[in-house]
């Protein structure tokens, strides 16, 4: 099967396209653009600078891929957006490439889904299967792993690192670090626990499910010191591959970010 191609749709003549690609009318493809395989653009996408879209993903109506990042100190050095195979990339998302200060690339793994109007900000880096849901905005240089869903019109910060199976709330402020398996919600958001409904979807066991909620009152206690309570945690569960995925999350010194911590109890009321 050729290439479709409409014939309103400007692409450029240095523009690298694969095989079994569909490109709907007035989008727009720059000469840096490179389309592997079996990807599905609809019209009125804009797609610019050095941008590599992996096979079977398809991109849908007004999303504007691979423009200059939203970024003051940006000065047209050659950057980097790498979008990974099967993702899903609704109308009016936009995604910029990566900067100086943050290793010139912005990158997104497979088989992730970025609703209407998510934003993914320069040198932002996605695992696999991340949900982004409507109107969903990262600042720079944000770190999401694996299977971690960003709730509605939540807004992250900038360098914040959110772990694998997260939950974020919709409408939240998220401006620390949120724990592998954890669920924060609201302004300035805090952590209100365990993506629980998130874990049995993916498989997990009782017994995980069980160690993760221990191991995460032992952690968030109010008892003894932060440093006492870790120590605490991997001598316990040093074999238990989940929890020590939360200890070395909090234990990684490359963040510039807090934790997110739960909302403290106010005795008073």
């Known amino acids: ?104 690339i912005t990158k997104i793994g497979h088989n992730c889904l970025l609703m209407v109007g998510s934003h993914v900000a320069h040198d932002c880096i996605l695992g696999n299967y991340v949900i982004m849901a409507n109107n969903a905005t990262l600042g720079g240089h944000v770190k999401i792993d694996e299977f971690a869903i960003i709730g509605g019109l939540s807004a992250v910060h900038q360098y914040v690192r959110i772990g694998k199976h997260a939950m974020i709330g919709g409408m939240s402020g998220v401006e620390n670090d949120v724990i592998p398996y954890g669920s924060v919600m609201g302004n300035r958001a805090h952590l209100s626990g365990l993506n629980i409904i998130g874990l049995k979807r993916r498989g997990f066991n009782r017994k995980q499910i069980h160690d993760l909620r221990t191991a995460f009152r032992l952690i968030f206690s109010i008892e003894g010191t932060a440093f006492e309570r870790l120590k605490d945690a991997v001598k316990i569960y040093k074999k238990n591959k989940v929890v020590m995925d939360i200890v070395r999350f909090i234990k990684n010194k490359s963040s510039s970010r807090g934790i997110c911590q739960p909302k403290q109890k106010n005795n008073n009321v």
């Open 1 to 104: 099967m050729k290439n479709s191609i409409h014939s309103s749709a400007i692409i450029d003549k240095k523009a690298k396209l694969g095989n079994h690609i569909n490109i709907g009318p007035y989008s727009i493809i720059g000469p840096n653009v490179e389309i592997k395989n079996n990807v599905k653009i609809h019209s009125n996408v804009n797609i610019q600078g050095y941008t590599l879209i992996d096979e079977d993903t398809e991109i849908f109506p007004f999303a504007s891929i691979g423009t200059i990042p939203q970024d003051l100190k940006y000065h047209g050095e050659k950057s980097k957006l790498i979008i990974g195979k099967k993702n899903k990339i609704r109308e009016h998302v936009t995604i910029n490439p990566g900067t100086k200060g943050g290793g010139l």
